[in-house]
Protein backbone atom coordinates (compact mmCIF):
# COMPACT_ATOMS: atom_id res chain seq x y z
CA UNK A 1 0.00 0.00 0.00
CA UNK A 2 1.29 3.45 -1.23
CA UNK A 3 2.03 5.97 1.60
CA UNK A 4 -0.35 9.17 1.26
CA UNK A 5 1.64 11.99 3.15
CA UNK A 6 2.01 14.85 0.77
CA UNK A 7 5.28 15.14 -0.91
CA UNK A 8 6.08 18.76 -0.40
CA UNK A 9 5.72 17.85 3.80
CA UNK A 10 8.12 19.24 5.90
CA UNK A 11 8.36 18.23 9.53
CA UNK A 12 10.28 20.98 10.91
CA UNK A 13 11.30 20.62 14.76
CA UNK A 14 10.84 24.10 16.65
CA UNK A 15 13.18 24.76 19.54
CA UNK A 16 10.54 26.58 22.28
CA UNK A 17 11.02 26.64 25.70
CA UNK A 18 7.64 27.94 28.12
CA UNK A 19 6.95 29.13 31.13
CA UNK A 20 10.60 28.68 32.65
CA UNK A 21 9.95 32.27 35.02
CA UNK A 22 6.39 31.92 35.22
CA UNK A 23 4.47 31.19 38.12
CA UNK A 24 1.70 28.73 37.02
CA UNK A 25 -1.42 29.33 38.74
CA UNK A 26 -2.94 25.75 40.63
CA UNK A 27 -6.30 26.10 37.54
CA UNK A 28 -3.99 27.36 35.42
CA UNK A 29 -6.59 27.15 32.51
CA UNK A 30 -8.77 30.19 32.79
CA UNK A 31 -9.45 29.49 36.33
CA UNK A 32 -11.41 25.87 35.53
CA UNK A 33 -11.12 23.05 37.66
CA UNK A 34 -12.03 20.56 35.21
CA UNK A 35 -10.09 21.54 32.02
CA UNK A 36 -6.84 22.10 34.28
CA UNK A 37 -7.35 18.74 35.71
CA UNK A 38 -8.23 16.88 32.03
CA UNK A 39 -4.96 19.05 30.87
CA UNK A 40 -2.93 17.73 33.40
CA UNK A 41 -3.80 14.34 33.71
CA UNK A 42 -3.73 14.72 29.42
CA UNK A 43 0.25 16.05 30.27
CA UNK A 44 1.55 13.10 32.91
CA UNK A 45 1.48 10.83 29.75
CA UNK A 46 3.80 12.57 27.78
CA UNK A 47 6.88 12.45 28.63
CA UNK A 48 7.01 8.47 28.90
CA UNK A 49 4.31 7.86 26.40
CA UNK A 50 6.39 9.88 23.65
CA UNK A 51 9.71 8.36 25.05
CA UNK A 52 7.53 5.42 23.69
CA UNK A 53 6.95 6.51 20.56
CA UNK A 54 10.18 7.11 19.70
CA UNK A 55 11.42 3.24 20.55
CA UNK A 56 8.25 1.92 18.86
CA UNK A 57 8.72 4.11 15.53
CA UNK A 58 12.71 3.78 15.35
CA UNK A 59 12.33 -0.06 15.77
CA UNK A 60 11.39 -0.09 12.17
CA UNK A 61 13.40 2.36 10.45
CA UNK A 62 15.54 0.02 9.29
CA UNK A 63 15.57 -0.04 5.07
CA UNK A 64 12.59 2.69 5.16
CA UNK A 65 13.24 5.10 1.83
CA UNK A 66 15.26 7.98 2.74
CA UNK A 67 11.70 10.63 2.89
CA UNK A 68 10.78 8.91 5.32
CA UNK A 69 14.02 8.34 7.28
CA UNK A 70 14.47 11.95 7.58
CA UNK A 71 10.85 12.31 8.45
CA UNK A 72 11.20 9.62 11.38
CA UNK A 73 14.52 11.81 12.26
CA UNK A 74 12.37 15.21 12.66
CA UNK A 75 9.38 13.10 14.10
CA UNK A 76 12.30 11.84 16.71
CA UNK A 77 13.33 15.83 17.37
CA UNK A 78 9.94 17.30 17.66
CA UNK A 79 8.73 14.42 20.68
CA UNK A 80 11.74 14.77 22.52
CA UNK A 81 11.11 18.63 22.80
CA UNK A 82 7.65 17.97 23.52
CA UNK A 83 8.79 15.67 26.58
CA UNK A 84 11.38 17.87 27.93
CA UNK A 85 8.35 20.89 27.97
CA UNK A 86 5.85 18.81 29.72
CA UNK A 87 8.32 17.70 32.03
CA UNK A 88 8.74 21.24 32.74
CA UNK A 89 4.80 21.70 32.55
CA UNK A 90 4.27 18.81 34.88
CA UNK A 91 6.75 20.13 37.18
CA UNK A 92 5.04 23.37 37.64
CA UNK A 93 2.05 21.93 38.42
CA UNK A 94 3.06 20.11 41.33
CA UNK A 95 4.63 23.26 42.63
CA UNK A 96 1.40 23.97 42.42
CA UNK A 97 0.25 21.64 44.82
CA UNK A 98 -0.33 18.37 43.08
CA UNK A 99 0.82 14.78 43.54
CA UNK A 100 1.01 13.35 40.30
CA UNK A 101 2.33 10.30 41.95
CA UNK A 102 -1.11 8.07 41.81
CA UNK A 103 -0.99 9.32 37.76
CA UNK A 104 2.65 8.40 37.45
CA UNK A 105 1.77 4.70 39.04
CA UNK A 106 -0.53 3.96 36.01
CA UNK A 107 1.52 5.31 33.33
CA UNK A 108 3.94 2.69 34.31
CA UNK A 109 2.09 0.53 35.14
CA UNK A 110 1.03 0.46 31.52
CA UNK A 111 4.29 0.82 30.24
CA UNK A 112 5.47 -2.23 31.89
CA UNK A 113 2.98 -3.93 30.25
CA UNK A 114 4.04 -2.54 26.75
CA UNK A 115 8.00 -4.19 27.30
CA UNK A 116 6.18 -7.57 27.06
CA UNK A 117 4.59 -6.95 23.79
CA UNK A 118 5.85 -7.36 20.37
CA UNK A 119 7.58 -4.64 18.62
CA UNK A 120 4.68 -4.02 15.80
CA UNK A 121 1.75 -4.48 18.60
CA UNK A 122 3.49 -1.18 20.05
CA UNK A 123 3.91 0.44 16.72
CA UNK A 124 -0.03 -0.55 16.37
CA UNK A 125 -0.33 1.32 19.62
CA UNK A 126 1.37 4.79 18.83
CA UNK A 127 -0.10 5.00 15.39
CA UNK A 128 -3.20 4.86 16.98
CA UNK A 129 -2.43 7.20 19.55
CA UNK A 130 -0.94 9.81 17.61
CA UNK A 131 -3.76 9.36 15.13
CA UNK A 132 -5.20 11.05 18.51
CA UNK A 133 -3.23 13.11 19.48
CA UNK A 134 -3.69 14.61 15.73
CA UNK A 135 -7.77 15.03 15.90
CA UNK A 136 -7.58 16.62 18.98
CA UNK A 137 -4.60 19.09 18.04
CA UNK A 138 -6.86 20.07 15.03
CA UNK A 139 -9.55 20.82 17.12
CA UNK A 140 -7.44 22.63 19.53
CA UNK A 141 -5.87 24.80 16.30
CA UNK A 142 -9.04 25.07 14.60
CA UNK A 143 -10.48 26.70 17.78
CA UNK A 144 -9.92 30.36 18.33
CA UNK A 145 -11.32 30.60 21.68
CA UNK A 146 -10.35 27.08 23.05
CA UNK A 147 -7.24 28.78 25.32
CA UNK A 148 -9.16 31.76 25.76
CA UNK A 149 -8.33 33.67 29.48
CA UNK A 150 -5.74 30.63 29.90
CA UNK A 151 -2.23 32.41 30.54
CA UNK A 152 -0.23 33.06 27.13
CA UNK A 153 2.86 30.82 27.74
CA UNK A 154 1.02 27.84 28.86
CA UNK A 155 -1.79 28.29 25.87
CA UNK A 156 1.44 28.88 23.69
CA UNK A 157 3.06 25.77 24.48
CA UNK A 158 0.23 23.76 24.16
CA UNK A 159 -0.88 25.36 20.40
CA UNK A 160 3.05 24.56 19.76
CA UNK A 161 3.35 20.76 20.90
CA UNK A 162 -0.14 20.71 18.33
CA UNK A 163 0.96 21.82 15.56
CA UNK A 164 4.04 19.83 15.38
CA UNK A 165 1.82 16.68 16.37
CA UNK A 166 -0.57 17.80 13.09
CA UNK A 167 2.92 18.20 11.04
CA UNK A 168 4.23 14.73 11.88
CA UNK A 169 0.62 12.81 11.83
CA UNK A 170 1.78 10.27 9.47
CA UNK A 171 5.11 9.48 10.21
CA UNK A 172 4.26 5.77 12.54
CA UNK A 173 1.24 5.27 9.97
CA UNK A 174 3.94 5.54 7.16
CA UNK A 175 6.44 3.67 9.05
CA UNK A 176 3.46 0.88 10.33
CA UNK A 177 2.99 0.73 6.44
CA UNK A 178 6.52 -0.05 5.39
CA UNK A 179 7.06 -2.55 8.64
CA UNK A 180 3.94 -4.30 7.52
CA UNK A 181 4.48 -4.43 3.53
CA UNK A 182 4.40 -8.11 3.19
CA UNK A 183 1.05 -8.46 5.16
CA UNK A 184 -2.44 -8.51 3.51
CA UNK A 185 -4.95 -5.86 3.74
CA UNK A 186 -7.55 -8.37 6.00
CA UNK A 187 -4.57 -8.48 8.56
CA UNK A 188 -3.38 -4.86 8.54
CA UNK A 189 -6.78 -4.04 9.12
CA UNK A 190 -7.52 -6.37 11.86
CA UNK A 191 -4.80 -5.20 14.11
CA UNK A 192 -4.57 -1.81 13.44
CA UNK A 193 -8.52 -1.78 14.25
CA UNK A 194 -8.20 -3.69 17.50
CA UNK A 195 -5.61 -1.76 18.49
CA UNK A 196 -7.20 1.24 18.40
CA UNK A 197 -10.57 -0.16 20.06
CA UNK A 198 -7.89 -0.55 23.01
CA UNK A 199 -6.25 2.29 23.01
CA UNK A 200 -10.01 4.15 23.21
CA UNK A 201 -10.80 2.29 25.60
CA UNK A 202 -8.06 2.48 27.93
CA UNK A 203 -6.48 6.11 27.44
CA UNK A 204 -9.52 7.76 27.79
CA UNK A 205 -10.57 5.63 31.46
CA UNK A 206 -7.37 6.22 32.60
CA UNK A 207 -7.59 9.90 31.39
CA UNK A 208 -10.72 10.74 33.34
CA UNK A 209 -9.57 8.58 36.20
CA UNK A 210 -6.64 10.74 36.66
CA UNK A 211 -8.32 13.83 36.24
CA UNK A 212 -10.70 13.23 38.75
CA UNK A 213 -8.12 12.49 41.42
CA UNK A 214 -6.17 15.68 40.69
CA UNK A 215 -10.25 17.03 41.47
CA UNK A 216 -10.27 14.88 44.42
CA UNK A 217 -6.94 16.85 45.14
CA UNK A 218 -8.69 19.97 44.91
CA UNK A 219 -11.37 18.94 47.26
CA UNK A 220 -13.88 18.40 44.70
CA UNK A 221 -15.22 14.70 45.18
CA UNK A 222 -19.20 15.01 44.22
CA UNK A 223 -19.63 14.24 40.61
CA UNK A 224 -15.86 14.55 39.49
CA UNK A 225 -15.30 11.61 36.95
CA UNK A 226 -18.94 12.85 35.78
CA UNK A 227 -17.95 16.55 35.88
CA UNK A 228 -14.42 15.28 33.66
CA UNK A 229 -17.25 13.29 30.84
CA UNK A 230 -19.00 16.03 30.86
CA UNK A 231 -16.21 18.26 29.55
CA UNK A 232 -15.03 15.81 27.02
CA UNK A 233 -18.49 15.35 25.38
CA UNK A 234 -20.89 17.90 26.04
CA UNK A 235 -18.96 21.39 26.72
CA UNK A 236 -16.80 21.97 25.05
CA UNK A 237 -16.96 18.35 23.95
CA UNK A 238 -13.61 17.51 22.28
CA UNK A 239 -14.63 13.33 21.87
CA UNK A 240 -17.51 14.86 20.22
CA UNK A 241 -15.46 16.81 18.31
CA UNK A 242 -13.20 14.55 17.25
CA UNK A 243 -15.83 10.99 16.76
CA UNK A 244 -15.51 11.40 13.12
CA UNK A 245 -12.17 11.81 12.68
CA UNK A 246 -11.50 8.59 14.82
CA UNK A 247 -14.14 6.67 12.56
CA UNK A 248 -12.20 7.81 9.87
CA UNK A 249 -9.77 5.56 11.24
CA UNK A 250 -11.20 2.09 10.98
CA UNK A 251 -12.44 2.71 7.02
CA UNK A 252 -10.39 0.86 3.89
CA UNK A 253 -8.37 3.54 2.33
CA UNK A 254 -7.51 5.08 5.68
CA UNK A 255 -4.62 7.43 6.02
CA UNK A 256 -4.11 10.32 8.20
CA UNK A 257 -3.28 12.82 5.39
CA UNK A 258 -6.30 12.22 3.78
CA UNK A 259 -7.27 15.17 5.42
CA UNK A 260 -4.61 18.03 4.32
CA UNK A 261 -5.10 20.24 7.41
CA UNK A 262 -1.76 21.90 7.16
CA UNK A 263 -3.33 25.68 7.05
CA UNK A 264 -4.21 25.22 10.85
CA UNK A 265 0.01 24.98 11.38
CA UNK A 266 0.28 27.79 9.10
CA UNK A 267 -1.79 29.76 10.83
CA UNK A 268 0.03 29.39 14.37
CA UNK A 269 3.45 28.62 13.07
CA UNK A 270 5.04 32.38 12.99
CA UNK A 271 5.03 32.64 16.49
CA UNK A 272 7.83 29.48 16.46
CA UNK A 273 9.78 30.99 13.40
CA UNK A 274 12.80 31.61 15.18
CA UNK A 275 12.85 28.53 17.22
CA UNK A 276 13.13 26.55 13.94
CA UNK A 277 15.93 24.08 14.31
CA UNK A 278 18.32 23.70 11.20
CA UNK A 279 17.84 20.65 8.68
CA UNK A 280 19.65 17.00 10.43
Keep these: MKAKT ?3 LTITPRDRRFGREAKQDRWWFAGDPVATAFHNSLSITFPKGEAMFIESVKAFREGTPPKLDAEIRAFVQQEVMHS ?4 AFNRRVTEAG ?5 LEAVVDEILAIIKTRPPI ?4 ATMALEHYTAILASVILGDRDYFKG ?5 ADMWRWHAIEELEHKGVAY ?9 WSKWRRWK ?3 LMMLLVTVNFWKKRVAGAAELLRQDGITRWGRARVWWYLIASPG ?3 KIFFPWVAYFLPGFHPWNHDDRHLIGKAESDYQAAVLAAA
Design 6 to 8: PAD
Design 84 to 87: REHV
Design 98 to 102: YDFAP
Design 121 to 124: VNLA
Design 150 to 154: VDREQ
Design 174 to 182: DTWLHATKD
Design 191 to 193: LKS
Design 238 to 240: LLR
